[in-house]
């Protein structure tokens, strides 16, 4: 794992090249860790990420009384506890940066017999937590958040749960998740309906240990009372993390780059719909599944593309995705606009925000709505980005630097280890101009 520094100097580099193996899934990762730390037995995770994010759940997890061994990189053996068998932890719990981490663990332990503190870095402890102790309440947790609604979260432990039929205002499967993992808890039955289907992970990883859940896009439904029956879990490579070099392959002249084995569920590869409707030539070849998960090779070549109305209808299917869509917009020709995206405003730093103030930076026009932009194509130039410690942002702005003319420096980009350990490593690699 390369060890991130806190800027870049990136600049355009060569024609983009070579075959990539990207990283594995982080929301996957996350609920890997909690599934199996709940389980009767000895579990396996392959293609963990190692990320700080999902290390941080682990080090959780150990705190909280699990043995989780790390025989090789990206490889865990977790000794699972049953689903009564955590232990109280002697501090905070800290999430690191990790959304996905700090409201998937509200719900699991908001059910435990025992109090608990969740607390996150800088971010994380700006991003509204009531949409899922919201929910929590209504099941009969107590869990107390600053007056505004961000963490520290404190869980007070010992509560009986009932069973909800909770349907969703945002389309979040943070809050769909942490929902049904209390519910596992709860008396009676636990339902979710979400305003629009979002990613499935915790159902069908719940079904593979074992647990009867009824789910289909939009709804999921369990019984509380039920044990968890350890399994293996092979982790997907994480299309997120690919998107970068999905559009970095399409708007740099010459490039190819094969991206191997990356998980394509459906409702994570709305970008790839969103770059298809621009015109990139993105292949799949050697599907298989993974994990139970469809995956298949990426290989992107260079394409010239159109700006696009970005279909709302995919937003939620590409929600990580923005900030690389932005980079792919600003680099196509004629406008693209989206909509419906507010959610991108409360993510690890305000998404629209950063984006439209970065790329105004290097020159381009962006019309900012509350809900979204619309990103009016040109010569990107140079200049500084800030990337408020988000790590995606920071990877965006390398992608857009390959098309630049000036050098791009990209401020505080230690988070993207976060997500992404070795992006720049391998971005190097491939072709990129990026100097640490
Ligand atoms: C995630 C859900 C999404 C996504 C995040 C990971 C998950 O968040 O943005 O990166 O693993 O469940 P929301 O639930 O807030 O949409």
Not at 198 to 213: H, P
Not at 244 to 268: D, H, K, M, Q, T
Not at 283 to 310: M, Q, Y
Request: hydrophobic content about 40%; overall charge negative.
């Amino acid at each position: 794992m390369s060890q991130q520094s806190q800027h870049w100097v990136a600049t355009a580099g060569q024609s983009l090249r070579g075959t990539l193996e990207i990283p594995g899934d982080k929301s996957v990762s996350h609920r890997s860790v909690m599934l199996a730390a709940l389980a009767d037995g000895v579990s396996t995770v392959d293609g963990f990420l190692e990320g700080e994010d999902t290390r941080a759940t682990a080090a959780i997890f150990a705190r909280l009384g699990v043995r989780i061994e790390t025989p090789s990189p990206s490889r865990r053996i977790v000794h699972g506890v049953g689903v009564d068998g955590l232990k109280p932890a002697d501090g905070p719990l800290d999430c690191g940066n990790a959304g996905t981490g700090m409201r998937l663990l509200a719900g699991l332990l908001a059910a435990q017999p025992f109090d608990s503190v969740l607390v996150g870095d800088e971010s994380l402890s700006k991003r509204p937590m009531r949409r899922v102790t919201g929910p929590l309440a209504q099941m009969g947790a107590k869990i107390d958040t600053q007056d505004d609604g961000t963490p520290p979260l404190r869980i007070h432990g010992g509560q009986a749960l009932a069973g909800i039929d909770y349907t969703l205002p945002v389309a979040s499967a943070q809050v769909k998740s942490a929902v049904l993992l209390a519910g596992l808890y709860a008396q009676g039955e636990t339902a979710v309906t979400e305003p629009h289907p979002t990613r499935d992970y915790t159902e069908r990883m719940l079904s593979a240990f074992g647990v009867e859940i009824e789910f289909s896009p939009g709804h999921a439904r369990l019984r509380g009372g039920q044990r968890l029956r350890a399994t293996d879990i092979a982790v997907p490579a994480d299309f997120s993390s690919a998107a970068f070099f999905l559009v970095a392959g399409s708007i740099v002249p010459g490039s190819e780059l094969r991206l191997r084995a990356v998980g394509l569920n459906p409702r994570r590869t709305g970008l790839l719909q969103a770059l298809r409707l621009m015109g990139a030539d993105i292949r799949e070849e050697n599907p298989a599944t993974h994990g139970g998960e469809p995956v298949a090779d990426l290989v992107v070549r260079h394409a010239p593309l159109r700006g696009i109305e970005v279909p709302e209808a995919l937003v939620p299917d590409m929600i990580d995705e923005f900030p690389a869509l932005f980079v792919a917009a600003a680099c196509a020709e004629g406008p693209t606009l989206v909509r419906g995206a507010a959610e991108l405003r409360v993510k690890e730093s305000d998404r629209l925000a950063a984006m439209a103030t970065g790329l105004r930076t290097l020159g381009l026009r962006i019309d900012e709505t509350p809900d979204g932009a619309t990103i009016h194509p040109g010569a990107l130039g140079g200049g500084t980005i800030e990337s408020h410690g988000d790590h995606r942002i920071a990877m965006a702005f390398a992608v857009a630097a390959q098309r630049a003319t000036g050098q791009v420096r990209v401020e505080d980009v230690a988070n993207v280890a976060t997500s992404f350990p070795g992006f720049d490593t391998l971005a190097r690699g491939c072709g990129f101009g990026l100097l640490s």
